[in-house]
């Protein structure tokens, strides 16, 4: 099979882009969009970190026949709500015409370049990873940022010996992911080159290349799952102790309320759900390390 390389036409190469390159002009180009979709995500996020404290104040406000701090939570959610269902229906709008707009110019230009059809395919394929990490993984790494430093702040307000503890489980937890990371992005370029034959496999190979070719893409999903799994496994242990010293912690306080009791643990497991996002997180941006080597 003839490399792409070899057809391109003469000249000097392309400058190499990186994927923070690649994310920062997919982004400036749609900026106005993106930025309000961010606005939204940001106040969106606010809103769902004040959620623990204000139960917790409508807790104890009902242990006392005080209604004000319940009136207080239910507007709080009611608000992140219609902010989360408008912001959902604002994205899919946004990101959906980046993409056409994207592919289009992508397809243009590598068919200019005399890229094999099957390779563009695959190419046009790869390149909606982009538009998904905008729009899903940033997101999500947003809220993840939000989650552990918003909680951390929160605990601070209550105890800061459990602050000194989810500090403590950062280092190890960061490790694992910085491991996770380069084990992945060798399993992503495997995955990657099968993608890019996939259309000359079906046209020309024969039933056992067709067969081994899936084979190898099943392989590599498996693998992926393996490794995410072994480093969320591993996290969940360190989780599982903090979770034992904040309670031990926190219902050691003299004169502890019960509201406050609960959003200690509303804004723990805010903090767990933030570090448990990190591995997707760390395999779709390696992902896409790879990919816009190839784009």
Not at 161 to 190: D, Q, T
Not at 200 to 206: C, F, G, P, T
């Amino acid at each position: 099979m003839e490399s792409p390389t070899a057809i391109l036409p003469d000249g000097p190469p392309p400058p190499q882009s990186t994927v923070f390159g690649e994310l920062f002009g997919l982004v400036h180009q749609n900026r106005w969009p993106v930025i309000l979709a961010y606005v939204l995500l940001v106040v969106e996020n606010l809103l769902r970190l004040a959620q623990p404290f204000l139960l917790g104040q409508a807790v104890n406000g009902l242990l006392t026949s005080s209604y004000l701090g319940l009136w207080w939570f239910l507007a709080g959610h009611a608000g992140h709500m219609f902010v989360q269902f408008a912001r959902q229906m604002y994205d899919t709008r946004v990101y959906s015409r980046m993409y056409a707009k994207r592919v289009t110019n992508l397809v243009c230009n590598q068919r200019e370049a005399n890229i094999p059809t099957s390779r563009v395919a695959a190419r046009a394929s790869l390149s909606r990873q982009f538009i998904t990490f905008v729009e899903q993984q940033v997101p999500k790494l947003v809220s993840s940022l939000f989650s552990c430093v918003g909680a951390i702040a929160m605990l601070f307000y209550y105890d800061w010996r459990i602050v000194i503890a989810c500090l403590v489980i950062a280092l190890p937890v960061f490790v694992l992911n910085y491991i996770y990371s380069h084990s992945v992005k060798g399993v992503s370029r495997v995955l990657h080159d099968r993608w890019e034959d996939e259309v000359e496999i079906i046209e020309k190979a024969s039933d056992e290349e067709v067969a081994a070719h899936y084979n190898g893409m099943t392989n590599c999903w498996v693998k992926m799952s393996d490794l995410e799994a072994r480093t969320t496994g591993l996290t969940e242990f360190f989780v599982m102790g903090l979770m034992a010293f904040a309670l031990l912690t926190i219902c050691r306080i003299p004169g502890i309320l019960a509201g406050d009791i609960f959003a200690v643990f509303r804004y723990l497991m805010m903090f767990v759900m933030g570090i448990d996002t990190i591995p997707r997180l760390v395999e779709q941006f390696a992902r896409l390390k790879d990919i816009v080597q190839r784009l």
